[in-house]
């Protein structure tokens, strides 16, 4: 059984930093695209970064370059998501996701974790 499970969420002041992990069972995650997704309050679901299997491909929303980065570990079958610079409009739930490639639609979900940017 596919599944991803991720940690890491919690509370942070503006400017700290969090690391989200995603960690895959059922399924040998380094042959998937990774993606990291977020949903904040009364908003959309948005794409944060993804990192794919094929050729280790690296892409980040704009609005996070140059303070997430993506990295996976597939001795522990994990992906992270380390986030610096943190800023209150970050907050949202954060949601990794599992594909054969990165995209907008993953066919597979962690059920997510929440993160908080507040004073």
């Known amino acids: 059984q596919v599944q991803l499970v991720e940690s890491g969420g919690g509370l942070v002041q503006p400017g700290g930093s969090l690391r989200l992990s995603c960690a895959a069972s059922?399924?040998?995650?380094?042959?998937?695209?990774i993606g990291w997704f977020r949903q904040a309050p009364g908003k959309e679901r948005e794409g944060v970064s993804c990192?794919?299997?094929?050729?280790?491909?690296?892409y980040y929303a704009d609005s996070v370059k140059g303070r997430f980065t993506i990295s996976r570990d597939n001795a522990k079958n994990t992906v992270y998501l380390q986030m610096n610079s943190l800023k209150p409009e970050d907050t949202a739930v954060y949601y990794c996701?599992?594909?054969?490639?990165?995209?907008?639609?993953?066919?597979?979900w962690g059920k997510g974790t929440l993160v908080t940017v507040s004073s």
């Open positions: 996701a599992a594909d054969w490639s990165c995209g907008t639609h993953p066919s597979y």
């Open positions: 059922g399924f040998p995650l380094n042959y998937y695209a």
């Open positions: 990192i794919s299997a094929s050729d280790g491909s690296i």
